[in-house]
């Protein structure tokens, strides 16, 4: 097939093949900006139209274009260290692509449809990396000098990954691109020109359609937003009662202002969670007669180990026993897991999970079989032990899991057997635009203290990975929290100044932040200048003495009354 000038035909989501139409692009493009922003539909037209230009140009480009593809291969080629090269090249996205497009350039060039001649293809290539246009960008600047033999180690990979291309049929979807891949470019483009809510956004509104397509939600339980509003609505009057739901009068609280003691609004606020805990509670006791899992899910750092074990501890108090099931056990080796198409590690996602072992170990364990658990060591990378593992009739499987609420995670468990728990920070606070704080911010925050004091990693290291973090809470945890059986608000009206006083001397500083910018990297780049202006309206908390062993806080910044597994 000749490469065409222009998309043409795309593959729908029912798998055919038709013509593309660019206004799908616009109007999606419309409706989250409608519905993340609340702007007026005619502006949300107008930037609609101008960012359908860099979203089809991005995606013929990534998909069609000779020059473009060879260029990102030669760019990630020299970036990568020498004795990697091609081992990331051979996952990355962008070789295959290049290898079909050089493909069907080189047929037209040559009339050759099949048995290709092996050193006519390694001319082509040659020439085509020899481009003038091409060879200019890299004899100087930023980039190192490439060597005539590096040319000819790059020119024998491409030509065995042509070949191996040309040794079959090439699949509709090699020569189409994809409605899904053209999703993924409005996500990219988005997200390189700054729009991080816009692109959350986008990205929140597919994936929970695509959950309902899929059977995995009901229509009534798409969230387009990921906002759970009957519990931002009693949030918001509690701390409106209570005067801490604006930074100016949180700071009144923390300086005891106008009579106001820092030690009654942390009782208060810890009161409030303990309520809401009981709670989900008292819910389960309805059921318990038929539960056999507790799913306690959310996403990172929003207090899900510490609600597990006040769970765990009031209900034993009733009689009921728990065994908890570490899914972090069930990782794959390291080079099983999955990998982005740099062939970097990706552990956000719940493919990073051995879904299969998971699943039949559940359903030996609710048939009262014993397993041979795996047992994982994060240091090698790979699980290095088994552990025998055993549910009595009378025990209940306990698990605090980051993707819980995968559905795929627990398919072998019966609905009416599950009890599924959505847990999430989510405070409402006023800052000093008027906005509301960003409960990712603040949960990102809290992954910085704690990576600093129980992981090794710094804070820059947090805030350069946040966006893989946040991409799996989008497309894998949000959008099941009006599915669950129980939601649970682990925000605390004072946690933002506790952060403040815990981070102090820690957080990247102005050369990390402004390297973010200069690699393109907007995300983590945007994120670290709003936490920083945002840490620098509120005060910080005064003492962290002050703060009880059961707060749950506590997880984060040490001193628990509760064992925390990962601090130890």
């Known amino acids: 097939m000749a490469i065409p000038k222009k998309i043409n035909k795309i593959i729908n989501k029912h798998g055919k093949i038709v013509e593309f139409e660019p206004d799908k692009i616009v109007n999606s493009l419309v409706s989250t900006m409608v519905d993340v922003e609340r702007v007026n539909k005619w502006i949300a037209e107008s930037r609609a139209k101008k960012y359908y230009e860099s979203v089809y140009r991005r995606a013929y480009d990534r998909f069609y274009s000779l020059s473009w593809l060879l260029d990102d291969v030669f760019k990630k080629y020299i970036n990568f260290v020498p004795e990697e090269r091609f081992r990331r090249l051979e996952h990355a996205c962008v070789t295959g692509r290049l290898s079909i497009v050089l493909l069907e350039e080189y047929r037209e060039f040559s009339g050759e449809k099949t048995n290709l001649s092996t050193e006519a293809l390694e001319e082509f290539i040659t020439c085509q990396i020899n481009n003038e246009e091409l060879e200019d960008k890299y004899r100087s600047g930023l980039f190192p000098s490439v060597s005539d033999e590096e040319k000819t180690e790059l020119v024998s990979f491409l030509v065995r990954k042509v070949l191996e291309y040309s040794s079959r049929d090439l699949t509709k979807a090699e020569l189409y691109p994809s409605r899904e891949y053209l999703m993924d470019i409005i996500e990219t483009v988005l997200k390189d020109i700054g729009e991080i809510e816009l692109t959350e956004g986008f990205m929140m509104f597919r994936e929970g359609k695509k959950k309902v ?263 894998h945890i949000l959008p099941y929290i009006f599915s669950t059986d129980a939601v649970i608000n682990s925000g605390l009206p004072y946690e933002l100044p506790v952060l403040k006083k815990a981070l102090e001397g820690l957080l990247p500083d102005d050369e990390f932040i402004d390297k973010l910018r200069q690699e393109g990297r907007l995300d983590p780049y945007v994120r670290g200048i709003r936490v920083r202006g945002l840490l620098d309206t509120v005060s910080a908390f005064p003492d962290l003495d002050l703060i009880p062993g059961e707060s749950p806080i506590r997880e984060f910044i040490g001193g628990s009354t509760y064992i925390i597994p990962h601090n130890d």
């Open 213 to 475: 397509r899929d059977g995995e939600i009901l229509p009534e339980q798409f969230t387009n937003n990921g906002i759970h509003y009957d519990e931002c609505h009693r949030v918001l009057e509690w701390n409106i009662e209570h005067e801490c739901e604006s930074l100016f009068s949180l700071n009144e609280w923390i300086e005891n202002r106008n009579g106001k003691d820092i030690r009654e609004l942390v009782k208060l606020s810890d009161k409030r969670y303990k309520d809401n805990v009981n709670d989900a509670i008292e819910k389960i006791l309805g059921h318990k007669d038929e539960i056999k899992v507790i799913i306690v899910a959310g996403p990172s750092c929003s207090n899900k180990t510490t609600t597990t074990v006040i769970t765990e501890t009031e209900l034993s108090k009733i009689g009921l026993k728990f065994k908890q099931l570490n899914v972090d056990d069930y990782f794959k080796n390291l080079e099983d897991q999955p990998k982005d198409e740099f062939g970097d590690y990706d552990f956000e996602m719940p493919e990073a999970i051995d879904m299969d072992l998971l699943n039949e170990h559940f359903r030996d364990l609710l048939a009262g079989k014993s397993i041979q658990k795996p047992c994982y060591n994060f240091l090698s990378g790979k699980r290095d032990a088994m552990a025998e593992f055993f549910l009595a009739d009378d025990e209940i499987l306990l698990i605090d899991c980051l993707h819980g609420l995968y559905r795929k995670l627990t398919a072998s468990v019966p609905a009416h057997n599950k009890f599924s728990i959505y847990i999430e920070s989510m405070n409402i606070l006023r800052n000093s635009e008027g906005t509301y704080t960003r409960w990712a911010d603040i949960r990102m925050l809290k992954r910085m203290i704690r990576d600093v004091k129980y992981r090794g990693y710094g804070t820059g290291q947090t805030l350069a990975h946040w966006p893989y973090v946040r991409k799996g809470e989008l497309k």
